[in-house]
């Protein structure tokens, strides 16, 4: 792109890297930092170590995952405006690349991803539709209702997962009773792990680092009645937990081909994806990161899955209570601690 289009681009590019801070990621960490270029046009994702989950997620898992949300969210917002754009995914590594430890955790000088805008078009309806779905998606820790998930509804979101190069296996009832088991054991395991322990009081409740963490509005204020554990905070929260159970929900795992860090990076962007379409159809979304946070279940996940694929997540969806305020948005940084621009 030439200089004067590069010049025409830059302000839908800044735009999409702040539409990009709306997208979820583990415990709200927001570990991404992005760098515009304006006379390429370039818009340049990377790591923040600064905000990996050193912990709970050592090998980065988790943190490519919550980058790939960030880079679908910016996607959306690109599509919104008409523009069409090149993405070069890099991970910060070659396949096979891990670290000496197996870590996947990319060099933070390296780009993970990288958006080029190539030209505008007309604006497509359902892009921005999608759009304003990031302004509305919520994490909601509340009960659902005894509505079950609609089967249109059902298929958008497995439909717009795969459309990203992820799987996202519907659970029958035997399986989500060995999710619940999956998930009790990995919050066993983190529960006896002081390291463990002391950073995830680091991000929830009161005291965090501002505008990130998990508040205490988002938290239940006792525990929900759910066949599969919600993740225990180590406090309550202000947010009601519902009347309700999970015995109309739909719980799924969501998979991908490979376990190298360009799978994780393009899971999250399956996600952001999956939970949008979400959305759009009234559905609530809940990740269960315990189990693939802890080796053993996210072992055992990948056994369940019967060799298809690797773990990534697993998700409950559900109908909110239409009658009470779901919770409030979670804090997020200010554009200039995420977003850099070279002119």
Known sequence: MS?????????????????????????????????????????????????????????????????????????????????????????????GDAGADGSLVPDPAQPVAVLRAVDRGPADPAAMRRFQATLLRRTDRRTVTDEPVAPAALAAVVAAALAEGAGLHVLRPAEVVDLAVAVERAELAEAADERQRAELAAWVGGARPAGTGVPASAIPAEAPRTTVPERDFGVAGTLPAGEGHDARATYAVLYGDGDEAGDWLRAGEALSAAWLAATEHGVTLLPFSAPIEVPFTREALRRALSGVGHPHLAVRLGRADPDHAGPPRTPRLPAEQVVEIVD
């Open 3 to 95: 200089g004067s289009s590069g010049a025409a681009a830059a302000p839908a590019l800044e735009q999409a890297a702040h539409a990009a801070r709306h997208a979820p990621s583990v415990h709200n960490t927001q570990p991404w930092r992005w760098t515009l270029r304006r006379r390429t046009a370039e818009l340049q994702l990377r790591v923040e170590p600064g905000r990996q989950l050193r912990a709970a997620d050592p090998d980065g898992r988790l943190m490519l995952l919550s980058c790939g949300a960030a880079l679908h969210h910016a996607r959306v917002a690109l599509d919104a405006e008409g523009w069409r754009y090149e993405v070069a995914r890099t991970a910060g590594r070659q396949p």
